[in-house]
């Protein structure tokens, strides 16, 4: 009997943990990774691979030497933070600004607050906008989609989004743009990712691909990027409804940019997003309008970065106050 | 559309595998200990002393307060001793210790293998029967029937839903009773049915058992007042509260208990005792225990007399074989662990399973990455992972605020979190101090 | 520069504070809750630990009922022991309590090494999940479970686990007798003894109460209640009940005859100079001042 485990019940336990949660984030990140790697060829591998490594060295050595603890890079939890932040970088970004983001990402957004966990806002994100805010020209020089060859001293070329925001701040109108532009505007192109951008950013198909990986793994449910989706089409909707000329179609706004990768895999980040489904539906719209407030009346082209960080910071009050449903609460009347 | 509860559960794999094997009659040898406390409430009062010679189904120890239950012996023998032993998780209870001498048994009781199917009892008597036999619930909790049948003033009792759901992985005992004795079972309804003088009675099955349902549904005699509730495999199914939402989709009150809602909710090995307390007057004497796990060779579903050492039954099967981390009484979801396999059977027992020690293992636990599993899992709308630090910071109004006190203790939280954060555990303490709390406000 | 704008700022602001002033002043003086004044003097004089110990809500509790109390004889700090319990009651013109110093002493000795462990405990890292759980980890059902509750309520960094005999140990200077341990162990293993002249303490580090021959089993430095420290004791200060020794530190002179006899070394002493000869030590008339 010496060598029989005893412990409260339950003895039994699910097949899910923490490192094959962040292993099913990783296998659904891949389809965009290799459109990334197809379309910006080694400058995706070099982010990419730069990014990673930083994170995962940033975060053993500060829980090694800084908090003398057992390092937890096993948990796989710092490659999904590199990975998800390589995919908001430009893919000619200089490797040594990618080590800065990711150290500002590991160092500043996730163990300053205590590691997994316990940090308030998405790291990756964290990372991505201190890069947006001291290095604006490097971070919003994107080189084109040329082909896997072509690409090392690649053309560089701003996105759908720049284009769109720098024209309507000169005064033109959206159809005026779109002729102005026809090969940045091809939904076509825009679902399968020949546009400029973020290296992860721009297939929104492949994107696509990993959030069904996601739902059929069971690792993220639905409520956050769907809110998202919907809350961006009404609102966007409804914008370009009023006034067509100065407000871009919500497809447009859907197939553009960081909504997807941001929606998918930074606003379902586990620990920055809320407990509850009623708190998950709040938190998604209030990134849609956040979003799209900054994409149609901001100074930046894109919005959804900052709206998830705007919104992870409501997220312990809406932990607080929007509560599940309890089993045989009885309505009080009225 | 197969009906089940809406919110929470886990689906656990069911491994039943000894679902197929028939009951076998245990022949208990030596001596036999039976607890005076196998059933929630006080214990009963021991009414023999060292050196009386008892029968099979003899009073031995007799309800003493209101929530309480009549024990009885199992065997036929000499009372060695009344002294407090160790069960099988350690702890020290007053038990009557019974040398085994013979087989023979209270004339009272009807050994005959015949069915009974006349019911001549007033609801009264009914009562009283159940009261005298001893007969708790089968279903965990050992709860005393008789107190369970007896609807206090103001309330009023609509239906009886009987739990046929058996939704923990690995148990077979309720299965296969409802194999081998559907038409007392059903019987056993109807008695209940006319004591309680209610019209309705439903009994719960998931669809993982469909050859049980099949079965039942044979005796079309008996159908006329019982529904019979095919349910979709999920855990906890089985609970009370989950049992009612899913087969009438009403939900209990927060501190509320089933009769507040109008249903009676019994085990259908408690319903079978009913049956042989009234037709066949035999006290609870023995019970239906699962003997499983992957490991073992021979899986077996014994009828186990109260108070059988459990060490025997393992004997039986070939000893705790290879392999093994873990032994539990019941299920895997909510049972006990074993720590002395020298520890008697009770009345509750349901099975003794031998968890591989891949299966058993917990694992460390990291940090909470607030995944919302838990909160998405639990049957009862509550958020584990925040019960869990309240309760480990003892914050005891915050725990009540809320809810700790409608937790049912199932355990799909600790289940299934990808942390391995002990949830369930440290939420058991806190809704325990709680409900102490609460008690005391009264 | 047109200076004016500066000077309607700083009326206008200035004119907004005097406002809100006499506003939070009205509303100060109309929800004026008179306190006696004498609460915040015994507040100051107390530790200020907050831990509880004397078995009100944190120190301020424990100065309203001070000041409310006719006498304080029932109204004790152990944290601040008789000197702060004197100042207190010179501050109120009332006449404390003196109490002996205590100290939470662990009764159990049962390491790994004595007492084997017959399971692996693969639950929550806490003694009281642990104790709703099952008896323990090893054949005795009474000792200490080793998962350190003890050591989380501790205010005063007082009580730590030793990793190698995986039993709480106390540091004498620290513990201030509060009572957090004694009330967080879930089985009863920690008790408040006199502390005693020097720190010398003897008492029986067992609490198990199973027959001898079983308790034996389980571990090697139980007590078995045999009763020989009893017949050794010259001031009748050893009671056996339930097959366990029990020193009463009242009567106890520290003569350290009895830990001589225990057949299981179950009786400790503490602090006592090494291997010397047994010197008739005072029983304790003075407080220690040395704690």
Known sequence: ?334 | ?442 | MDYSIILYTVIALGSVALLLAIILYGVAQKFKVYEDPRIDIVEKILPGANCGGCGFAGCRAFAEAAVKAEDLATIFCPVGGNDCMKNVAEALGKTAAEKEPMVAVIRCSGSPAHRPRTSIYDGAQSCAVMASVYAGDTGCSFGCLGRGDCTLVCDFDAIHMNPETLLPEVIDDKCTACGACVKACPKFIIELRKKGPKNRRIFVSCINKDKGGVARKACKVVCIGCGVCKKACTFDAITIENNLAYIDFNKCKLCRKCVEVCPTNAIHELNFPPKKKVEEIAPAKEPVSNA
Not at chain 1, 155 to 168: Q, S
Request: contains cysteine; proline residues 6%; glycine residues 10%.
């Open chain 2, 1 to 442: 559309m197969i009906k089940t509860f809406k919110r929470g559960g886990v689906h656990p794999p069911e491994n039943k595998i000894s679902a197929q094997v028939a009951i076998e009659v245990f022949n208990t040898q030596d001596t036999v200990r039976i607890f005076t406390s196998q059933h929630l409430g006080v214990p009963a009062e021991p009414v023999v002393t060292k050196g009386d010679t008892v029968k099979v189904g003899q009073l031995i120890a007799k309800s003493s307060g209101f929530i309480s239950a009549n024990v009885h012996s199992s065997v036929s023998g000499t009372v060695t001793s009344i002294e407090a032993i160790a069960d099988h998780m350690g702890f020290k209870k007053t038990a009557i210790c019974i040398k085994i001498e013979g087989d023979e048994w209270e004339e009272s009781i009807d050994r005959s293998p015949d069915i009974i199917r006349e019911i001549k009892h007033t609801p009264e008597e009914i009562i009283q029967k159940i009261t005298d036999a001893g007969v708790v619930g089968l279903g965990g909790a050992t709860f005393p029937t008789n107190v369970k049948l007896s609807i206090p003033p103001g309330k009023k009792a609509e239906a009886l839903i009987v739990n046929g759901a058996e939704c923990e992985p690995y148990l077979t005992s309720d299965h296969r009773l409802m194999l081998e004795a559907g038409e007392q079972i059903l019987i056993g309804m109807e008695i209940i049915r006319q004591a309680l003088k209610i019209d309705k009675t439903y009994i719960g099955i998931e669809t993982n058992k469909m050859d049980a349902i099949n079965h039942l549904k044979s005796f079309t005699q008996w159908i006329k007042h019982i529904e019979i509730v095919p349910l979709k495999p999920r855990y906890p199914q089985g609970g009370e509260k989950q049992l009612i939402k899913a087969v009438t989709g009403k939900e209990v009150p927060i501190n509320g208990l089933p009769i507040d809602t109008g249903y009676v909710v019994c085990n259908v090995g408690t319903v079978y005792s009913v049956y042989e307390a009234v037709q066949k007057n035999k006290p609870l004497i023995d019970n239906t225990v699962t003997i499983t796990g992957k490991k073992l060779k021979t899986q077996k579903n014994y009828l186990v007399r109260v108070g059988t050492p459990m060490s025997q039954l393992i004997e039986s099967v070939g000893g705790i074989p290879e392999g093994t981390g873990k032994i539990v009484s019941g299920g895997p979801m909510m049972g006990k662990p074993i720590a002395n396999i020298d520890g008697p059977t009770l009345k509750g027992s349901s099975s003794i399973l031998f968890m591989t020690e891949e299966e058993s293992s917990r694992g460390d636990s990291s940090n909470c990455i607030r995944c919302a599993k838990c909160v998405g899992v639990c049957p009862m709308g509550l958020e584990p992972y925040l019960l869990l630090r309240l309760a480990e910071r003892k914050m005891n109004d915050q725990l009540e605020a809320n809810f700790v006190h409608n937790c049912i203790e199932c355990g799909c939280c600790l289940y299934t979190c990808p942390a391995r954060l002990p949830l369930v555990d440290y939420i058991r303490l806190g809704k325990a101090e709680v409900l102490k709390i609460m008690r005391s406000r009264k």
């Open chain 1, 1 to 334: 009997m010496s060598n029989m485990r005893i412990s409260p019940a339950p003895h039994i336990q699910g097949k899910q943990n923490t490192r094959s949660l962040m292993r099913d984030v990783i296998i659904a990140l891949m389809p965009a990774l290799a459109v990334s790697i197809c379309f910006f060829g080694w400058g995706t591998i070099i982010v990419t691979l730069t990014a990673i490594l930083s994170c995962v060295l940033c975060e053993w050595l500060i829980q090694k030497f800084l908090l003398k603890e057992e390092p937890s890079i096993k948990d796989l939890s710092a490659i999904v933070t590199g990975l998800i932040l390589a995919f908001n970088l430009p893919s000619n970004l200089s490797p040594l600004l990618v080590v800065l983001g990711s150290v500002v990402a590991i160092g500043v957004g996730k163990m300053t607050f205590g590691g997994l966990g316990n940090n308030p806002f998405n790291p990756a994100l964290v990372g991505r906008v201190f890069m947006l805010i001291s290095f604006p020209v490097q971070m919003t020089t994107w080189p084109k989609p040329t082909g896997f060859f072509t690409s090392i001293d690649a053309v560089t070329g701003a996105t759908p989004l720049a284009i769109m925001k720098e024209g309507l701040a000169n005064g033109m109108t959206v159809q005026e743009i779109t002729a102005a532009n026809p090969d940045s505007f091809s939904y076509i192109q825009m679902l399968f990712g020949q546009i400029g951008g973020s290296l992860g950013e721009i297939s929104t198909l492949a994107l696509l691909i990993g959030f069904g990986y996601l739902l059929f793994r069971k690792v993220i449910t639905w409520h956050i990027p769907i809110t998202i989706f919907a809350t961006i089409f009404v609102f966007a909707g409804l914008l370009h409804l009023a006034d067509s000329a100065h407000f871009v179609d919500p497809l447009f706004h859907l197939l553009t940019g960081g909504i997807m990768l941001g929606a998918i895999y930074m606003a379902t980040d586990y620990v920055t997003s809320p407990m509850t489904k009623k708190g998950m539906v709040i938190f998604g719209i209030g990134i849609g309008v956040v979003t799209i407030i900054i994409r149609a009346f901001g100074g930046y082209p894109e919005g959804i970065s900052f709206a998830i960080l705007f919104m992870n910071a409501f997220v312990p009050l809406i932990n607080r106050h929007m509560k599940p449903k309890r089993f045989g609460e009885v309505k009080k009347n009225g």
